[in-house]
């Protein structure tokens, strides 16, 4: 492949289902590789660029639209551009998909019991920990949770995309298991071979 070609990979699914850990060993694979890859992350970007912004529908249209924007300009300065983001709604994806001749969407997939346990285990971070945990229990008693948005699996669901390039079934797949099914997608894709 011609490495001035840019192109932009997003890894989507459900907060705790793997995408950034398996996004982030893809990242440092294709910088291995001599690859010019720029990573971004929506927790990251969203706390630079919007460190006021909410969970609403509303903050979140702004926010992935900005966020899609920004990959699109990287693509077409000849960058390759990891997209690292849950993008619940199919709108979200589709509308860098047509911006970008050449775009990827790797859905990693696993049940909401699978996304819980693996969140529940994240340290508090770039984003509140233990969301699922605390959206049951709003949805329970009515408590509220200042600075809880909708969370995407509880409140809100995910919309999975027929046209996305690849699935990774990621409930009982080891973090080495998922990445190396990622690579051979990857390798084939970008004619790295």
């Known amino acids: 492949m011609n490495k001035k070609e840019g192109w932009a990979v997003w890894f989507v ?4 289902c793997g995408k950034s ?3 982030k060993e893809i990242y440092k694979y294709l910088t291995e590789k001599g690859l010019e890859v720029v990573y971004l992350q929506l927790d990251e970007w969203r706390k630079k660029y919007f460190p006021e912004a909410g969970y609403t529908e509303e903050d979140r249209k702004k926010v992935y639209e900005k966020f899609g924007d920004y990959g699109v300009e990287l693509v077409n300065k000849g960058k390759g551009v990891i997209f690292d983001a849950t993008a619940y709604k199919v709108w979200m994806r589709r509308r860098v998909r047509e911006k970008i001749k050449k775009f990827a969407e790797i859905y990693i997939q696993c049940s909401i019991e699978t996304a819980m346990k693996r969140e529940s285990s994240r340290p ?3 984003v509140m920990a233990e969301i699922y945990a605390k959206a049951l229990e709003r ?3 009515g408590k509220e949770f200042p600075g ?3 969370v995407i699996g509880i409140d809100v669901p995910f919309e999975e995309d027929p046209e996305a390039e690849l699935v990774v079934e990621n409930d009982t797949l080891s973090l080495d ?3 190396k099914l990622v690579k051979d997608f990857i390798n084939n894709w970008l004619n790295l071979r």
């Open 13 to 16: 699914g459900l907060p705790g």
């Open 21 to 23: 850990s398996i996004s």
């Open 124 to 126: 508090k971070g770039l």
């Open 139 to 141: 949805k329970r008693t």
């Open 148 to 150: 809880l948005g909708e």
């Open 177 to 179: 298991e998922a990445v």
